[in-house]
């Protein structure tokens, strides 16, 4: 980067945009692990089966449904809250309701299985809510050379989030029990609905459709036809299956199967969020940095293989972990390796994602897409117990691992017919 640049890179980081997107990072993942792997220890303690812990887990799978109403989010102008605005009603909406279930979780319990079950749920559809509206205001707040500085004000964010809702969460369990952890994690919330009350909102002039049958056709059909019109149909749909693929090995990890296959090694909750929880999320910080450096170096093709090689491989590490009787020395590397896998090659996509967008359909396409890199990995990661009591773990992560080869075949078809502007450098540069 030459010097005349930097400036401009600081004034991106400076403009109180960036730092309005860390405090909606923050909102975004404080309901994603409390929903998924935390819940699973809160199951595994009350004596819950592992197939059911890693079904109930799979809660999650909200937010690779979010596509389905994310036109809503875009178009509709909420009643009372749409006095803020169309992004930040829909953001304080979105937020009421995590911290509404977050309590109504703890005072319910896992002993009330099926109301608990259903809680679950809806708040994980509220996080997915969420996860829509923040990626809309972030599009909209800033033009697209200050997007990247959003991105990782906003993964900041995130990250630091699910360090309280995943270290802290299990360091208190420790002390106190999981109905106290899930009120303070509700607490928690209240600091980004701060946020919101003082962000301003977008500067969009939005066209109202003229009728219901316009508006379904510009908000629902429209983003589907644009993305097979500009592809056409055989490349749109290789694309479609690259992107179901490309992350199946690292979601297949994500259904509540690590919570209770740490405590069968051997480790404490407070080992498992000191190196898994804390550690883990800074070295998978390193590893978005290192992803956005050699994307920005060398654009996304090559760097987008290199991640898909390591988000796979990466879970063979676990295997090494079996039996490891609460060796220390083996977690810590096995998490170094697979979060710092993990953080690359997700840079690497959400820069590959971004390149696909049209601007006229950013918040519908982009959660059409996010949503299609969680789905095959949420679904293998909820029978992920079924799988693991027939095989047992080391043949589980092998088969992880395994799903990762048929995303990088299709990589060889797919990318080379695509025009991602100047090697995908354009499209980074939008975020």
Known sequence: M?????????????QPAAWTMFFFGFASGLPFLLVAGTLAYWLKERGIELKEITLIASAGLAYTLKFLWAPLVDRWRLPLLGRFGQRRGWLLLAMAAVIAGLLVMAQLTPLRLAGFVWVTVAVAFAGATLDIAVDAY?????PAEAQGALVATYSLGYR????????????LADHIDWSSVYRLMAALMLVPVAAVLLAREP???????????????????EPFADFFRRFGGALALAVLAFILLAKVSDQSLGGGIL????????????????????????????????GGVAVARWGIRGPLLAGLVLGAASNLLYVWLVGAHGDLLRLTVVISGENLAQGFQGTTLVAFLSALVNQRFTATQYALFSSLV???????GAVSGAIVTVTGYGTYF???????VPAMLLFFRVLPRLDLGGDGRAAHADG
């Open 2 to 14: 030459s010097r005349a640049a930097r400036p401009r890179v600081w004034q991106a980081f400076a």
């Open 138 to 142: 972030r599009v909209e707040i800033a």
């Open 160 to 171: 630091i989030a699910l360090i309280m809702t995943g270290a802290l969460a299990l360091v």
């Open 203 to 221: 500067a969009v002039a939005r066209v109202r459709a003229a009728g219901w049958r316009a508006g379904l056709r510009e908000g629902v059909v």
């Open 259 to 290: 919570a209770p296959f740490y405590l069968d090694q051997g480790y404490s909750k407070t080992q498992i969020a000191a190196i898994s929880k804390v550690y883990g999320i800074w070295v998978g910080i390193g590893g978005v940095f290192l």
């Open 374 to 380: 969680m789905l095959p990995g949420k679904l293998l």
């Open 398 to 404: 092998w088969i992880t691992a395994l799903a990762g």
